[in-house]
């Protein structure tokens, strides 16, 4: 009987082991790029504010790939990310309970706005005529005005096609 129960537990180690080594090997979706190889393979730009630190752009490969610009400005981290898509999903990465939560009009969308005061928050929207969700998210000092904000200048270019990219 103890052999037999010493023989299950190998076996689910084993298992699980080997579970394990295989999920570990797994290739990184994300991919660093410069913002000219982004243009060049995705055909999306991001226009962020002056004076950003720790800039860094990024593909991440799923079925519709993801564009993304993450830096740092005044101590808050801002990531800007856009993809391809029927309809608008929520692609912030931004896993939180949200305590804010409303829709406003960007003068190229309508967007939701989830936020806790003060701390992180998200912004998003979705472009029908190009085709694109659009999230805008902070780590810190989030308020709905700050959101529109980065909001709006991330799809600041994009308004000579009256929507957003």
């Known amino acids: 009987m103890l052999k037999k129960k010493a023989m299950v537990f190998i076996t689910c180690f084993c298992v699980l082991a080997v579970t394990v080594a295989g999920a570990v090997g797994l290739p990184n979706p994300v991919r660093d790029v410069t913002s000219e190889e982004m243009i060049n393979e995705t055909g999306i730009s ?3 504010p002056e ?4 800039e860094i752009y990024s593909i991440i490969t799923m079925e519709a790939d993801i564009s993304q610009v993450q830096f740092t400005l005044d101590g808050i981290e801002y ?4 993809q391809p898509s029927d309809e608008l999903s929520d692609i912030s990465g931004m ?3 949200w305590t804010v939560n409303s829709i406003v009009e960007l003068p190229y969308a309508e967007a939701e ?3 806790n005061e003060g701390e992180a928050g998200i912004i998003l929207w979705y ?3 190009m085709g694109l969700i659009c999230s805008v998210s902070m780590d810190s000092g989030a308020t709905e005005a ?3 904000a980065a909001a709006e200048l991330n799809a600041s270019w994009q308004a000579q096609d009256e ?3």
């Open 46 to 48: 991001f226009v962020i």
């Open 51 to 54: 004076g950003v630190t720790d």
């Open 79 to 82: 990531c800007y990310r856009i």
């Open 95 to 97: 896993h939180y309970e």
């Open 113 to 115: 706005v989830h936020f």
């Open 127 to 129: 472009s029908a005529v």
């Open 146 to 148: 700050a959101l529109v």
């Open 163 to 165: 929507d957003c990219m």
